[in-house]
C-alpha cells in the first residue's frame, strides 16, 4: 500500500475555514437556554443523541444568509466536492423563505433525502448542496452543542456517534498528553473520548481486524482500518505534531480517502438517525 501525501491545496482551505470562523462570528445566534429534563438526560444515557429530542430554533432569514456567505465563501476558496456557479448562487438567493426554512430544517437534522430533494429542486449536485447545508449549520449546531454539553457529563458517552447529533465522526484524534482517542464530528464540532481500541463504527474489539497504516513524511498522521465493517477512520497523533483543528486535517488528508476508498474501505458509518 502506498503512503499518500497531503493535498497540496493547503493554503486554500485555511482561508475556507478562516472565512468560516468570520461568517460565525457574524452569526449573532443565541440558541435559548435548552432545558434538559431527566427524561431526555436518561435516553441520552441509553444511547439517544440530543437532537433527536431537542433541536434548536433557526431562523429562515438568518440561515438564508449564512447558507449565501458559504457559498461564496466556496466560490472563492474551492475547497469542496465542486465550486458553485454564479447561476447556483442566484438560485439561492432567489429562494423563498418557505423553501429555506424547509431547507434550513432538513440541514440541522443533517437529513439526507429532504437535502437529495432539494438539490433536485434547484438543480445542484448533491453532494455540493450537502457540503453547504453542512458548513451552514454547523456554527448553529455548534452554539447549541456548546449550550446542551454544559448540562451533560459527556464522559458518560461511549457510543461511536456524536452524543448531540447523532452524526458518525469523520476523524479522530490521539491526544497530545495521554494519548487518548477521542472521535469529531464534523456537523456541530462536538468531540468525544472513546476507547484506543476498537472500531466506532462496527463496535469490534477484535484486534485482529483493525490495522492502520502511517504516513512516512507525516508521521501524526494514521489511517485506521477495519476488516470487520471494511470502514477507515483517519486520525492525527498528536504526540507527533502541535494539536490540530480537525476541520482543517479532514479537508487536508483527501488522499487518505482516496487511498483508503481504492483499497476498498469506505468512510465509516454507524450513524444514529434523529
Ligand atoms: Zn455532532
Ligand atoms: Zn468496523
Known sequence: MQVPVKDSNVSNLANFHLELLEIKDKLNFVSPSVDISSEVKNKWLEGTPILAELQPIVEAELFHEILLDVARACQKWQPGPNVPSKDIISKIEKSNEKEIQSLANAAIKNSRND?????????ISKDLLEFLTLNSSRPFLQIFASEVLAKLDLNKWTKGYCPICGSSPVMARLTKDKGVRKLYCSCCE????YSRIGCPFCESKDSAKISFIRSEDYKQYRLYLCDECKSYLKTVDERECSETDLFCEDLATMEFDRLAISEGYQRGSNRYYV
Open 190 to 193: 462536538t468531540e468525544w473520548r
Open 115 to 123: 437535502i437529495k430533494k432539494w438539490a433536485k429542486k434547484l438543480e
